[in-house]
């Protein structure tokens, strides 16, 4: 399994990105999917989860603002982003859920201005 993420990059508080999560394999299909952030000097959370059933859900710091989606032929994962804050800053991963753990890539950083 080999996940890349991207998309991340600079925005201003109240401002908008979409990160991408391209997927090896069949896993989008067949297991539950993350979204993940590390802030530095914290632990690792899952922001989005996204059941093989397609139901979706979301850490009560994001909901609202977040969104989850997959497309199966392409084999990516995407996250909206809107209403970002500077909280929001962090490296953000993508991964099953539970998470694989020698599969986490390289990240995506996203830095929220005020």
């Known amino acids: 399994v080999q996940l890349e993420e991207s998309g991340g990059g600079l925005v201003q508080s109240g401002g908008s990105l979409r990160l991408s999560c391209a997927a090896s394999?069949?896993?989008?299909?067949?297991?539950?999917m993350g979204w993940y952030r590390q802030a530095p000097g914290k632990q690792r959370e899952q922001v989005a989860r996204m059941a093989v059933g397609g139901s979706t859900s979301y850490a009560n710091s994001v909901k609202g603002r977040f969104t989850i989606s997959i497309d199966f032929a392409k084999k990516m994962m995407y996250l909206q982003m809107n209403s970002l804050n500077v909280d929001d800053t962090a490296a953000y991963y993508c991964?099953?859920?539970?998470?694989?753990?020698?599969?986490w890539g390289q990240g995506t950083q996203v830095t929220v201005s005020s």
């Open positions: 991964n099953a859920d539970p998470p694989i753990s020698w599969a």
């Open positions: 394999g069949n896993l989008l299909s067949i297991s539950d």
